[in-house]
């Protein structure tokens, strides 16, 4: 059980000085690396001066500085601010103006013209040279408790992101629960480090990695970006564990070499951040057939991720849709409607989120906070905004953000619901349904975005034609779209997930 997680990975990192710990399309660097420069970066920033257990924002993608960089901080009492390169100037600056930084560490080249800040800025030269120091460095006063670990941004479409600071106990929790029996992974794996540092469940490839002697392998965003170039690296990783969206992983199912005749050692897959659909887990199974596949789900205001579990071969044979699994230790998830807790089994409702990996609220916004933020019988609770229920068996099922149910001519309707029953058809791969909405702000009818098989139809009306057959009895006649657009891929958040919201904004150009 791990209590405090830079003496964890410290530990961990003694025992295995030469160990591989992370790789970056070659660039290695081991254990030992991970101390020395851990440590010389700590004691660096002591020697600033900077205001005790103020965040330091790490700008860049995927090197190694960024998370050597994090556990230096973490050392020497400084939460981490992740910033994707290349991020949107209004975000990066009210990112800026919210967390306040002392300090900025430009792993990548930072426009800092762009931006009013008065801090410091760090660059990549100056770091790899303070890194390169070997240094004896006492730890006292690491990040711990209650004290933020890291705070991250959400990535809300509209409005200004909203800070959420995880504290240290916080993210051990998650930790613990990663490391222990409901993943079961060995010791000594290598992981796919694709996430962006900025997207929480990055925490499960590198904190996992890091507290069980495992190699990181990162994969720069220009890489996943080019498809030639990513499929033409990903055999030669050597993986033993996937971590990644449902987005991501069908990306990969594009390349014919993501297989377990090609890519033998991988084992473990652990989806988190969407909806893993019974058709992603079917194709997976037919190219790893005897993966060990995970769904998590959870809300950056509750780090990282709260519930899972392996999704079996009956399941996919079975379920229309997949359930979000049981809640980790220390969590209670319960449905709500309205302001009182529902038990009734199948009773559909808001997904609350108890226990101790809740964080105690947004950064600098009190307003937000008491909006999602509240105690049930003194234990730090959460609204996710999701529509949800339990099963009898203890399951818990997600139905879809309540912000994607709409009212169509008196009809509720789940957008998520939409698009599983439109997948039911044999001419859809992949679909994504948004409303039209009139000047009155109701909604008209649906618009379903959708990525087709290979088919033999001459025109797009054909085609549409034969999905509308293929749909009959399949799907309520209420809930059939009106209009089909056909998309080779759509359009994905930085984080990796399909931006539905973008769609609903381009579907109603002149609604607000
Ligand atoms: P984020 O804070 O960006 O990680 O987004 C959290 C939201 O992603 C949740 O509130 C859900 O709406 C969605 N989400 C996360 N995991 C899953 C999952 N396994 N299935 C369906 N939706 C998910």
């Known amino acids: 059980m791990v209590k405090n997680i830079i003496q964890a990975i410290d530990a961990t990192a003694k025992a295995h000085l030469d160990q591989l710990a992370f790789d970056e399309m070659g660039v290695t660097h081991n254990y030992r690396d991970v101390l020395t420069a851990s440590n010389s ?122 800070g959420v600071p995880i504290s240290h106990d916080n993210i051990c929790s ?12 060995p010791a000594g794996q290598t992981y796919l480090g694709q ?26 965003s220009k890489v996943v970006q080019n498809l030639g170039q990513l499929f033409t690296c990903l055999p030669k990783l050597y993986l033993n564990v996937f971590v990644g969206t449902p987005s991501f992983g069908e990306m990969l199912l594009l390349s014919p070499d993501f297989s377990a005749s090609k890519m033998p050692s991988l084992k473990y897959f652990i989806f988190c951040g969407e909806e893993l659909t019974v058709s992603t887990v079917k194709r997976l199974f037919a190219r790893f057939p005897d993966a060990h596949i995970f769904n998590t789900y959870g809300p950056t205001e509750a780090a990282v991720a709260i519930t899972s579990c392996e999704i079996t071969h009956e399941m996919v044979d079975t379920l229309e849709r997949l359930p979000i699994g049981y809640d980790k230790p220390g969590v209670t998830t319960s449905i709500w409607d309205g302001k009182q807790q529902v038990t009734e089994v199948g009773k559909h409702g808001e997904i609350v989120i108890t226990g101790d990996s809740v964080a105690a609220g947004y950064l600098n916004n009190p307003t937000k906070t008491a909006e999602s933020f509240f105690q049930i019988d003194g234990r730090q609770s959460y609204r996710t905004g999701d529509a949800g229920f339990i099963t009898a068996d203890g399951l818990r099922h997600i139905i879809g953000r309540m912000d994607f149910q709409i009212k169509l001519h008196g009809f509720r309707v789940e957008l998520d619901e939409v698009r599983t029953g439109l997948e039911r058809s044999a001419y859809i791969k992949q679909a994504v349904a948004v409303p039209k909405y009139n000047q009155q702000g109701q909604a008209q009818h649906l618009i379903a975005y959708v ?16 999905i509308r057959t293929s749909l009959k009895g399949q799907i309520m006649n209420y809930m059939m779209p009106t209009q089909f657009k056909y998309v080779a891929h759509f359009p994905t958040s930085a984080n990796g997930k399909i931006a539905v919201k973008q769609l609903i904004a381009e579907a109603n150009p002149t609604c607000h």
């Open 41 to 162: 970066f700590a004691a660096w920033l002591d020697a600033q001066e900077l205001p005790a257990n103020g965040p330091i924002l790490f700008y860049g993608d995927h090197q190694f500085e960024m998370v050597a960089g994090f556990l230096g901080g973490l050392k020497a009492g400084h939460a981490y601010i992740p910033v994707e390169t290349a991020s949107a100037i209004p975000r990066v600056q009210s990112i800026i103006d919210t967390a306040k930084p002392q300090l900025i560490v430009a792993i990548d080249p930072f426009p800092a013209d762009n931006f009013n800040y008065d801090g410091i800025i760090l660059d990549r030269t100056s770091l790899v040279a303070i890194f390169a120091k070997a240094v004896t460095y006492q730890v006292t006063h690491a990040v711990s408790g209650m004290l933020p670990f890291y705070i991250l941004f959400t990535s809300g479409t509209t409005g200004s992101p909203k």
């Open 174 to 185: 998650f930790a613990n629960w990663m490391l222990g029996p409901d993943f079961n992974l």
């Open 195 to 220: 996430t962006p540092f900025s997207f929480d469940v990055s925490h499960m490839y590198w904190l996992t990695s890091m507290l069980s002697a495992g190699t990181i392998k990162a994969i720069p």
């Open 451 to 466: 990525i087709a098989k290979p088919n033999h139809f001459e025109t797009e009306r054909e085609l549409t034609a034969a």
